[in-house]
């Protein structure tokens, strides 16, 4: 049997604009984990409550770790436009 769908060029699944938010998606959720991670006690031997537990740490950075997984999901399902030639 012969393949008759062997030359046939597929479009691309994601346009430019698709890999713009995805990599906006990505910036939000590293800027996320890098507020997650912060907070330093000058006294390791020392329990700081309002550097383990401060707003940033548990507030700002799991809501943005979530928005950019948003957009991340955004990025995936967004039709992707024609490209006119």
Do not use: C, H
Request: glycine share 8%; net charge positive.
């Amino acid at each position: 049997m012969k393949n008759n769908n062997s030359n046939v060029a597929m479009p691309p699944l994601f346009s430019t604009q698709n890999f713009i938010w995805m990599a906006i998606g990505g910036v939000i959720i590293a800027l996320g984990m890098f507020l997650l991670s912060g907070g330093k006690n000058e006294d390791p031997k020392v329990f700081d409550y309002n550097v383990v537990y401060s707003t940033t740490r548990i507030t700002v950075a799991p809501i943005l770790i979530i928005l950019g997984l948003i957009v991340e999901i955004f990025a995936i399902f967004k039709k992707s436009t024609p490209v006119t030639e």
